[in-house]
């Protein structure tokens, strides 16, 4: 697994300088940046990942290793990403250099530790092998991988074929197969010699290498075995040529010499009891009509094509069991003729293509019934239906066929009905028949359940138009509502596709109806709901959901939703339309919820109704933005505001109950709470949207630190997703607020400074949370320190603007020498308390943080003020931070290493 990953990240890194320079000559700067920065990031984490293990075996072994901070690597991309912001081509060079410096030396630490490390661990005594425990991984070794997994899935199968044996032999029979396409069509086009006679010498080179490959077969079989495929390969695709190119006079002809092509292989495969020459032979057949130069078949030829290649292989698995062969074979008839028949099928054709889906149909129902009968004649009592592609045989090659016959007869009801009870007819008899064969018990079984559901289908399909719809739904909530009680998993997949179905048929009535079919609509939503209520509402019923299962109940519930919202929205009217459909959504959640945790429903109830909320957000969320102008919210009265207060106080209390969810997936149960209360909070100032929307949220997050002792409440604030949506604010809430000044008195005592205080307080408080839970010391000091001084700084700026009149989030700023000095003033101010109360207090990581300032405050002197240096504003400020620094070194020296731990 290691080996893999390490491969996964090589080429990760690979892809990454491909893509950067590939855009760096085609001029596509953009792309160059952000694969370079993708690039240094996952460098940095893929040597973090390397030192971590070490730290921990160091730690085992009580073993003093010394490791580089990532601080100066973080801070030197930092450089890069505003030099390539701002197109300094200076700084970016400088922010390269530094982080190919720091790199290197973090990397020649690494280095030193491993030594020291392995130094170490040279003079453990190793425990030794005894000979039995030698004996046992031999034999284990040696066993062969079909006798260890005896059951593999198609992916490892092909796996195995692929990279077992002799790769080398097998990339040059592709690579050889490629080169005789080449070859018939260079032929085709270029040679002088008659096409006939170009044909007919690659033909009898193909027979001449399948012939030395039988010859050589008792010698080297892998290799002769290739050599077969190859003349095989070679004689389909001259066949196909020839007759493409008309040197196969009609398709009578062609058709002969191709059961003569696919007799030799069938022989062959049986002869030689080769799986692998038959899967060579099936796959060039199905690649073949792709590689003509002249023209493309007509979708009925296509698919009829595919029914003799199927044919082929039923002959092969009627002798054999080869799965493998059942199995591809499907999914190419389904995925490639199933593709092609969509996109080159003509209305005319239809009858055809519903004569040959039927044709392969009756073929993938036999090659099920003889594949179970095989197996079930070796051992009756191990045989059992396996899942995905072993089932897919006989459940999903009749659905599949369905499914390709009601598209084909998509506004013919009649005729989709009566299919479906020819289908029910057809598997009632398979049923009676593999009834009365004890060997082929579960075989029948299916055939009785293929029946149920194909006579379920009879009823929606005649009703009419959206009423068909409706049936689909209801008849999918009954089924659903049996599956669970009698516990058949059959019944509630089945169910489930008639809830799909119900919901894909919508979609289309939606668009083709005159008028909004919101009855069609209100049935469908309720029945969605049902049905995730319905599975919660018994413990013995919550026990049969997997997690695929709960997957699609949180898609139904998150349709739902967004339908419910739509039809309220129409059926209300009045300007409060839109706040009543969210109080009324939301006030229906609470009670669902109460409901299910009465029925003592637990993440199987959870995890949907988490999904299905998050419609809600986005109707909330555009209902603001509609009732916003000149970075204000305007309610249109008070039963607006008071609404949404309302309704973000119910998807509060929807998320913080149950109080278990915390622990089971705080990581959500954070971003719903967070976004609800800010939603609540939007409604308290709506002329200050940005101060507005965190007044709850920093309310709540005071609350919680008064609570620290409890770890529920403290487990809220760790959470990543919570971390992120404080920094949007403080980002977002600086650069494109519109009312910053307002209420302005004086510096920090304004609502505007004083809400940024408590962000940034609170912010450096989840951080300090974020450090205890493991994540990296070099982030959580970089974003401290950037917070720090981006807050601080807006604060001046905002202070500037209102005394001075100086620029405010305008590029102006970087070349206002009154500004900048303020900047240098502040930084360095910061550095200096920072330092000095680390020193007193012997707190040596606080200290760097301060040195990370310092260095920040350096940094900008020489890069931006000293281009200036003429003027007044430049020499003060270094004079001022030289000062300062001088003061710093004299009495805020760095605490001893003795002091890390405090």
Not at 859 to 885: E, Y
Request: some cysteine; charged content about 10%; aromatic content about 14%.
């Amino acid at each position: 697994m290691l080996k893999g990953q390490s491969e996964i990240r090589i080429i990760w890194l690979m892809v990454l300088t491909i893509v950067a320079v590939s855009a760096w000559f085609l001029k596509i700067e953009v792309l160059t940046y952000v694969c370079g920065l993708a690039f240094v990031m996952s460098v940095m984490h893929y040597v973090d990942a390397l030192q971590k293990p070490l730290i921990d075996i160091s730690a085992q072994q009580h073993l003093t290793l010394q490791f580089t901070s990532k601080v100066p690597l973080y801070i030197s991309s930092l450089l890069a990403v505003v030099g390539m912001s701002l197109q300094w081509g200076w700084l970016i060079g400088l922010g390269l250099t530094c982080w190919i410096f720091f790199f290197l030396r973090w990397l020649r630490r690494l280095e030193r530790s491993v030594q020291q490390l392995q130094e170490k661990l040279h003079h453990v005594q190793q425990q030794p092998i005894t000979p039995e425990n030698s004996t046992a991984v031999i034999s284990n070794s040696t066993q062969p991988l079909s006798e260890t997994h005896p059951e593999m899935s198609l992916i490892q199968q092909i796996k195995q074929w692929i990279f077992q044996g002799n790769p080398v032999l097998k990339a040059a029979t592709v690579v050889l197969v490629i080169g005789i396409i080449l070859l018939l069509r260079f032929a085709t086009e270029h040679w002088q010699v008659s096409l006939s006679l170009k044909l007919a010498i690659v033909a009898i080179l193909s027979f001449v290498l399948t012939r030395i490959g039988v010859f050589l077969q008792n010698k080297n079989r892998s290799f002769a075995l290739a050599l077969e495929g190859l003349g095989l390969a070679g004689l389909f695709l001259t066949l196909f040529f020839a007759y493409y190119n008309h040197v196969i006079p009609n398709i009578y002809v062609a058709s002969i010499c191709f059961a003569v092509v696919m007799a030799l292989t069938l022989t062959l495969s049986l002869k030689q009891q080769s799986i692998e020459l038959a899967l060579m032979a099936m796959v060039i057949a199905a690649v073949a009509p792709f590689t003509l130069p002249v023209r493309a078949a007509t979708a009925v030829e296509f698919v009829a094509y595919y029914w003799v290649i199927n044919f082929c292989v039923a002959i092969l698995t009627t002798l054999r069991p080869w799965k493998i062969l059942n199995q591809i074979a499907f999914l190419m008839t389904v995925i490639v003729a199933g593709s092609y028949a969509f996109i080159h099928g003509q209305t005319q054709q239809h009858d055809a293509l519903a004569f040959l889906v039927l044709a392969h149909t009756a073929i993938f129902i036999w090659l099920g019934f003889r594949f179970s009968q095989l197996i079930a004649q070796k051992d009756v009592q191990q045989f059992q239906l396996k899942p995905a592609l072993d089932i897919a045989l006989i459940f999903g090659a009749p659905l599949v066929a369905y499914t390709f016959l009601y598209l084909i007869y998509f506004e013919k009801t009649v005729w989709q009905a009566s299919l479906s009870l020819a289908f029910a007819v057809l598997f009632a008899v398979l049923y009676l028949l593999a009834k009365r064969n004890q060997t082929v018990k579960i075989i029948s079984q299916s055939y009785f359940s293929l029946m149920l559901i194909f006579i379920t289908l009879i009823p929606p399909l005649l009703l009419q138009d959206e009423w068909s719809v409706m049936g689909w739904a209801v008849e999918g909530v009954l089924i659903f509502v049996f599956a669970l009680y009698q516990k058949s998993t059959v019944s509630r997949y089945l169910a489930s596709a008639l809830l799909l179905v119900a919901g894909l048929s919508s979609l289309y009535y939606l668009f083709e109806s005159a008028h909004f079919p919101s009855l069609m609509y209100w049935v469908l939503s309720i029945s969605y709901f049902a049905v995730v209520l319905l599975a919660n509402a018994h413990e013995k019923f919550q026990q049969q959901l997997t997690y695929s299962s709960i997957t699609f109940l949180s898609m139904l519930l998150l349709s739902a939703t967004a339908m419910q919202l739509f039809l309220w929205v129409d059926y209300l009217e009045g300007s409060s339309q839109y706040i009543f459909t969210l109080i009324l959504m939301s006030g229906l959640y609470v009670i669902l919820n109460s409901v299910m945790l009465w029925r003592k429903a637990s993440w199987s109830w959870l995890i949907p109704k988490w999904i299905g909320v998050i419609p809600l957000y986005i109707f909330a969320l555009f209902f603001v933005i509609h009732r916003s102008e000149n970075g204000s919210i305007l309610w249109l009265n008070t039963i607006e505001q008071a609404g949404i207060f309302f309704s973000g106080a119910l998807l509060t209390w929807l998320w913080l109950r149950p109080s278990v969810g915390l622990k089971l997936e705080k990581e959500w149960v954070s971003l719903g709470t967070l976004l609800s209360l800010s939603l609540m909070s939007l409604s308290i100032l709506p002329a200050l949207p940005y101060i507005s929307v965190v007044i709850l949220p920093l309310a709540f997050c005071a609350w919680c630190f008064s609570q620290k002792e409890n770890l529920n409440w403290t487990m809220f604030w760790q959470t990543r997703s919570s971390l992120a949506l404080i920094l949007i604010w403080i980002v977002c809430s600086q650069l494109f607020s519109q009312q910053p000044f307002q209420f302005y008195l004086l510096p920090v005592l304004n609502p505007f400074d004083l809400i940024s205080i408590a962000i940034l307080f609170g912010f450096i408080w989840m951080l300090s949370l974020q450090l205890k839970q493991g994540m990296d010391r070099g982030i959580v000091a970089v974003l401290s320190v950037l917070s720090l001084l981006w807050l601080s700084s807006y604060v001046i700026l905002r202070a500037l603007h209102v005394y001075l009149s100086t620029p405010y989030n305008t590029l102006e700023i970087w070349q206002n020498s009154t500004i900048q000095l303020s900047f240098t003033l502040l930084w360095v101010s910061l550095a200096f308390i920072t330092m000095s109360y680390a020193t007193k207090k012997d707190m040596r990581s606080l200290w760097i943080l301060g040195g990370s300032i310092l260095m920040l405050v350096t940094l900008k002197l020489v890069l931006l003020d000293l281009s200036h240096i003429g003027t007044l504003t430049r020499v003060i400020s270094f004079l001022g931070a030289g000062f300062v620094m001088l003061i710093i070194a004299y009495i805020a020296p760095i605490p001893e290493t003795k002091a890390l731990n405090h």
